[in-house]
């Protein structure tokens, strides 16, 4: 990693773009934007998406009460659900359009009373030390040139016996790189990182892990369902855009048949 370099503005120009932004409404189910959870194999890419969340939630502990940042908020589905679980809720994003979206959303549902979302970069969360009960990341650590920064953040805004409760796509252990680049670099990310190399740098800032799992399923049918989305025409989505994702997702699609990019998460506790 390039310690004090961070590729924050590439991933605000990334979920800034209005086609990318159409297609994660149209394709992606529009709350959310990480990978889903697939226990049959039939459940839609958005419902899969609330389901994966659950079970994050469910493996870090989180209950009502506890009060959760999530520092790569996205359009604000997770914020959505803690709220109203009964959890005191906040969110960070890099992306203009995605606060906005996720305020938007938020006030749609009634609940822009009970969340805070706000622009934000994880490399330095404004947040005085020891302040949350529960931070939460989904699928977005993969833009960081600096992984290890973001894990000192999050334990330094964690009171002690504080969870992390962190998924993200991954480098396979023995992957090609190549193959990884070619999927990633939509994302403007490098391949690299393996689940791993996230545990070793939770532990680097001062975690201890209370949980590990790897799904590399859930993210292979997840992409099978967005490249059948993106079979036909959308309705909405630019059609050269269309085009391009669709080609991105081929790229991403065959990464994972070999085997060479996985999807992880991990629960880590600051001792306490």
């Not at 996720?102 to 994880?122: H, K, T």
């Amino acid at each position: 990693m390039d310690g004090g370099k961070t590729d924050a503005a590439e991933a605000a120009a990334y979920y800034d773009d209005a086609d990318v932004a159409a297609f994660y409404r149209l394709c992606w189910g529009g709350d959310d934007i990480h990978i889903g959870r697939y226990d049959t194999g039939a459940e839609s890419v958005a419902d899969a998406s609330v389901a994966m969340t659950r079970h994050l939630l469910s493996l870090a502990g989180i209950v009502a009460g506890d009060r959760v940042l999530d520092i790569a908020c996205g359009y604000g589905g997770t914020l959505r659900l803690l709220a109203r679980m009964g959890c005191p809720a906040a969110g960070i994003d890099i992306s203009g359009r995605a606060v906005t979206e996720a305020r938007r959303r938020n006030a749609e549902a009634g609940l822009d009373d009970r969340i805070d979302v706000r622009l934000g970069d994880f490399h330095e969360i404004g947040e005085p030390d020891g302040a949350w009960d529960a931070a939460i990341c989904q699928e977005s650590l993969i833009h960081s040139t600096d992984r290890p920064r973001v894990m000192a953040e999050v334990h330094r805004v964690l009171r002690p016996g504080g969870v992390f409760a962190l998924s993200d796509i991954l480098t396979a252990p023995g992957a090609d790189e190549a193959l990884v680049n070619e999927a990633f670099a939509r994302l403007g990310a490098r391949a690299g990182a393996t689940p791993a190399d996230y545990r070793a740098m939770a532990e680097a800032a001062g975690f201890e892990i209370a949980a590990s799992e790897e799904r590399p399923r859930d993210i292979r049918t997840h992409y099978d369902k967005l490249a059948e989305a993106l079979s036909d025409p959308v309705p909405g989505l630019d059609p050269d855009a269309r085009d391009a994702i669709a080609q991105s997702v081929a790229r991403w699609r065959k990464a994972l048949a070999g085997g060479h990019i996985t999807w992880a998460c991990l629960v880590a506790r600051k001792p306490g």
